[in-house]
């Protein structure tokens, strides 16, 4: 037993570790990521630049390590909007039991999961313009038609179930069911799409800074990527520091929330 407990906590510390190196990444910050020093312009890397300047003189590591923050903060909010979406309209449609409304809206669905997400999410990001707000709205879009199919899913699969059937036959309200039952079945197997959904979003939001979807003068990992193309092979450091970070990142965090949900 105590083998056991052992064994769960080494897991657990694994699993934790891997969401501080993630965090870390955010944390790269040594400089002012705005500040413009045309008299330090493309120096390598050194003790005081970590990761060289840009042609601006600004810190490539500070706007890399930034820029990543700031993709994870729109992804996650753009990943709850998604669920939240997701979550509130198979209910609804499940409550209200409106299975010709539902055939109605499976078909805007089914068009928009046919349409590459990253077209999706570039027209709208550029349709609402380069906000905050406008990549969250435009992420969320990415990932809603996949998600809102997946909610569905689990749910239905849920609701199939012996037990609940059973509890169906003794007369149980069909809403006691759904939220003391089904609920807690289905809600692990939600969580665990949503987590790995959020690191995919991540790398959406950086190819939408990549190609110009970007909110100066704050940092997007993606448009350091795209700026550094020119001087790439004078200056790989402006490649290779935001890169290097970004797939260090993903990487990361896929690996830790896959571990997470493994367990579960």
């Not at 300047?53 to 923050?69: I, N, W, Y």
């Not at 994870?72 to 209910?91: D, K, P, Q, R, Y």
Request: glycine share 10%.
């Amino acid at each position: 037993m105590h083998g056991e407990a052992r064994t769960n906590l080494a897991d657990h510390l694994r699993t934790s570790m891997w969401f501080v190196l993630g965090l870390a990444l955010c944390l790269l910050v040594f400089n002012d990521p705005l500040k413009v020093s045309p008299e330090t312009a493309l120096r390598p890397p050194s003790f005081t630049f970590p990761g060289g300047t840009d042609r601006l003189g600004r810190d490539v590591l500070a706007r890399a390590s930034a820029g990543f923050k700031a993709s994870l903060g729109v992804a996650g909010t753009a990943e709850m909007i998604s669920l939240g979406a997701s979550l509130i309209a198979n209910l609804l449609l499940l409550l209200l039991a409106k299975v010709r409304l539902k055939a109605l809206l499976s078909v805007p669905l089914l068009a928009l999961r046919t349409v590459p997400p990253f077209l999706t999410g570039l027209a709208l990001a550029a349709l609402l313009g380069a906000t905050n707000w406008g990549l969250i709205i435009a992420l969320a879009m990415i990932s809603f038609p996949f998600e809102v199919a997946v909610v569905e899913e689990e749910i239905n699969a849920s609701i199939e179930m012996p037990h609940i059937e059973g509890a169906r036959a003794i007369g149980l309200p069909f809403y006691m069911i759904l939220f003391r039952h089904v609920g807690t079945i289905a809600a692990p197997r939600i969580m665990r799409y949503a987590l790995l959904d959020f690191v995919g979003l991540v790398a959406f939001e950086a190819l939408l800074g990549f190609v110009g979807m970007t909110r100066p003068p704050a940092p997007s990992i993606g448009a350091e990527i795209f700026n550094a193309g020119p001087y790439v092979a004078i200056y790989p450091w402006l490649f290779l520091v935001p890169g290097l970070l970004l797939a260090v990142g993903l990487i990361v965090f896929n690996a830790g929330f896959a571990r997470l949900v493994k367990g579960r």
